[in-house]
C-alpha cells in the first residue's frame, strides 16, 4: 500500500501570500525566500490543514478571509480513508482535498472530501499524515514525554504492542482501585443509607399499595359518604317506575306506557305508520321493568353497616397519603420508590462482598501492571541502547564527530498509562564532557541537528508519509548544513520532505526547490511563490550564499554546491 503525501497546496490571502500554489510531490522539496517574504506561511498554512489553532491576525491585510487547500494522494483503504468516510467526504480516485478557511473575524471552517467538517477531523488526519517540526517542536524534544515517545516510535511494533496491552491493563486496574477506594470511604455512609432505606421500604411494604387505589378509594368515600341520599334517590326513582311502591294509586311509568301502547295497538289496523311506535313502546316499557330490577338489586345491595366501611376506607386514604407524603408527590411515586429503592438496597447491601471483589481484583491487575510494566522496561532499554549507538553514528555525519549520545530509562517511578519508565537523552559533546541531558546541555543547532538525526534513524522502524521542517538547519552552517541536506534527501528517499530553509548548503540538495518572492506596489507587500529550476534556482542559490543572486562569484559558488550536492546524494 503506497503512503500519503501532500501534492499540491493552494494558499490565498494568508499573511503576506496573496495567492499561491505549491507544486510539491515526493523527495525534498526546498522553500526558500528573502526575509520577511512569508516563508513560514507554508508551514503556517500546512499547520491550519492539520487542525492547528485559527489565528484571525494570519488573515492577509484588507481581506475578508485566508484559505488554504492540500491535494493529498492517499491510499483507498486504511485510517485515512475510514475517517473520511466517516464525515461524510470522499477520495476522488486516491486524491483528497483538505480545506481551511479563517475569517477576519476569527472564524474557522474545514472541508474534508469536499464535506464541510469538524476542525477536529483534520487533526485526526494530521496525526496519520505529517510530522511538523519547527523551533516550538525542537523545544518540545527538551521535554521527557517527547524522549519517551522518539524512543517508543524507535522501538517499533514489539513496544506498540506491549503498551496498548500495559495501557489496557492499567486502566482496569486504576478504575477498580477508585471503585475500591470509592466503596471504602463511603461504606459509614452507605450502611446508615441501607438502614434508613430498608425502613422506608419496610414501611411502604407493610401498607402495600397498589397502582390506582388511591382513586379508587376516593370514589368509594364519596359514595358513602352520600349513601342516605343515594338510597332515597333509589327509591324514589323505583317508586315512579313501578306501581308496587306507590301508595296514592297514581299511575307508574311501566303503566303509562302500556297504556299508550294498547291505545296505539287498538287504531294501528287503520294506520300502519302507528306500528313502529307501538313497538318502540313496548321496547321502552321492557327497558323501564330492566331498570326497575335494576333499581331494586341497588337497594338490597346499599350496606347496612356503610358507617364502618366509610370509616375503614378513610383509614386507609389516611395511611397513603401520609406514604405519598414521606415517598413522592403521588402513588406513582411511591410506586417507583418501592421498585428503585429496591435495587439500591440490593446494590447496598452487596457492599462487602463488591469490596471482596474489588480487592482481589486491584490485587490481581496490580501484579499484571507490575509485569507488563517490566516487559516495557526491558523492551525500552534493549532499543535504547540501539537508539543511542545509530543516533551517534549520525551525529558523527552531521558535523558533530565527537558527540555522543545516550539513551537512560529509568523505572523508579509510580505506574502511569505509559509505565513507569522515565526517558532521558544525554548528549556528550565531546570526550571527557560529562554526559548531560538535552533538555539543558545542547544549544540550539546541536539541537536541531539531534533532532534530525533522531527522525532519520526512526523513520526506519517507524515511517512517516511527510516530514515538514521549518528552520531546522538553526544554528548550523558549512559542513553541518551540508550534512543536513544529506540527511534530509536520505529521509527523502522513504517520507515526503518538506524544509523551509535559509542555507543553500541544505537548499542544494532538494529535488524540488520553491522560492517565496516578496513584491509590493508601494502600498501593499504581498508574495508569490515560483518553482525554481535551472537558472533560477542558481541565482536563489548565489543569493542565499552571498545576498546577491547576480554575483558572479556567487552563481559559480551555486553551481558547485549543486553539484556536489547531487554528487553526494547519489
Known sequence: MRAALIEELGIRDLGVIAEATLPLGSGF?????????????????????????????????????????????????GPIAERVAETGGEIDDGELLLGRSVSAEGRSRAVVGGRSAPVGVLGD???????????ADQQRLRSSAAQRDALDRFAGAPLATALAEYRECFSAWRTDAAELERLRDAHDARVREAAELRDALDEVE??????????????????????EDLRLAAAQARALISAEDLTDGAPDAIALVDSARRHLEHVV????????????LQSAGFLLADASTELAGYLAGLDADSARELEIVQERRALLTALIRRH?????????????GGLRLVELDGDDERIELLEASVARLADDVERLATRLTELRTEAADRLA??????????????????????????????????????????????????????SGGELSRVM???????????????????????????????EIGRRLARLAERSQVIVVTHLAQVAAFATNHLSVVKGTDGQVTSSSVRQLSGAEREAEMARLLSGLADSESGLAHARELLEIASERAA
Open 125 to 135: 488526519l494530521g496525526d496519520e499524515l505529517v510530522v511538523v517540526h519547527g523551533q
Open 452 to 482: 534530525l538525526a533522531i527522525e532519520v534513524v526512526i523513520a526506519g522502524t517507524d515511517p512517516v508519509p511527510t516530514f515538514v521542517f521549518d528552520e531546522v538547519d538553526a544554528g548550523v552552517g558549512g559542513a553541518a548544513a551540508m
Open 206 to 227: 407493610a401498607a402495600d399499595p397498589q397502582p390506582g387505589e388511591d382513586a379508587e378509594l376516593a370514589e368509594r368515600a364519596d359514595r358513602l359518604s352520600n349513601l
Open 269 to 280: 289496523e287503520h294506520d300502519a305508520a302507528l306500528a313502529p311506535i307501538a313497538e318502540a
Open 328 to 340: 413522592g408527590g403521588s402513588l406513582d411515586e411511591v410506586l417507583e420508590f418501592r421498585r428503585s
Open 29 to 77: 522539496t526546498a522553500v526558500t525566500g528573502e526575509t520577511g517574504a512569508g516563508k513560514t506561511m507554508v508551514v503556517t498554512a500546512l499547520g491550519l490543514l492539520l487542525g492547528a489553532r485559527a489565528d484571525a491576525g494570519a488573515v492577509r491585510a484588507g481581506a475578508k478571509q485566508a484559505w488554504v487547500e492540500g491535494r493529498w494522494l492517499v491510499p483507498d483503504d
Open 389 to 442: 549507538a545509530a543516533v551517534t553514528a549520525e551525529l558523527e555525519a552531521l558535523a558533530m564527530p565527537d558527540a555522543r549520545l545516550s539513551v537512560t530509562v529509568d523505572a523508579g517511578h509510580e505506574p502511569a498509562s505509559h509505565g513507569r519508565d522515565q526517558v532521558a537523552i544525554l548528549l556528550q559533546p565531546h570526550p571527557g564532557a560529562e554526559p548531560r541531558p538535552v533538555s539543558r546541555g545542547a
